[in-house]
C-alpha cells in the first residue's frame, strides 16, 4: 500500500487549499483514512477520517466546519478541503490507511486505532 500526499503549501489566514492523498495497493472501499498533522516538538494529532464502508465522517473539533473530507473512487483518491486556515493550522500534514477511527462520545471529537501506512506529509503554512 502506498499513500503520496499533495497540495500543501503558502496560504495567508482566511485562504484555502485542498490536499490530496492518492492511494494505490487497496481500495478506498476496504479502509478507513485518516488525515494526520503534526508540528515540530508536539504530537501528531488526528485531523479527519473517513470510513471506507459507510462515508462516515470525524473531525478534530477545531477544525470542524472549516474542514472537509472527501474521496473519489475512481481516482482511488481521498480529498481534505481546508477552508478559513488560520495560523494554529499549519504543520505537516499526512494521511494514512489501514486504520480505524470512532466517535468520542461527549466530546465532539474522534479516536483512532494504529494506522498501518502513511504518505510522506505534505507541509502547510498559514502566515500573512
Known amino acids: 500500500v502506498q499513500l503520496v500526499e499533495s497540495g500543501g503549501g503558502l496560504v495567508q489566514p482566511g485562504g484555502s487549499l485542498r490536499l490530496s492523498c492518492q492511494v494505490s495497493?487497496?481500495?478506498?472501499?476496504?479502509?478507513?483514512v485518516g488525515w494526520f498533522r503534526q508540528v515540530p516538538g508536539k504530537l501528531r494529532e488526528g485531523v479527519s477520517c473517513?470510513?471506507?464502508?459507510?462515508?462516515?465522517?470525524h473531525y478534530l473539533p477545531s477544525v470542524k466546519g472549516r474542514f472537509t473530507v472527501s474521496r473519489d473512487n475512481v481516482k482511488n483518491t481521498v480529498y481534505l478541503e481546508m477552508k478559513n486556515l488560520k495560523p494554529e493550522d499549519t504543520a505537516v500534514y499526512y494521511c494514512?490507511?489501514?486504520?480505524?477511527?470512532?466517535?468520542?462520545?461527549?466530546?465532539?471529537?474522534?479516536?483512532?486505532?494504529?494506522?498501518?501506512?502513511w504518505g510522506q506529509g505534505t507541509q502547510v503554512t498559514v502566515s500573512s
Open positions: 494514512a490507511s489501514e486504520g480505524e477511527c470512532f466517535p468520542a462520545r461527549g466530546s465532539g471529537s474522534f479516536y483512532y486505532t494504529d494506522f498501518n501506512s
Open positions: 495497493g487497496i481500495t478506498l472501499e476496504d479502509t478507513f
Open positions: 473517513i470510513n471506507g464502508k459507510n462515508l462516515g465522517t
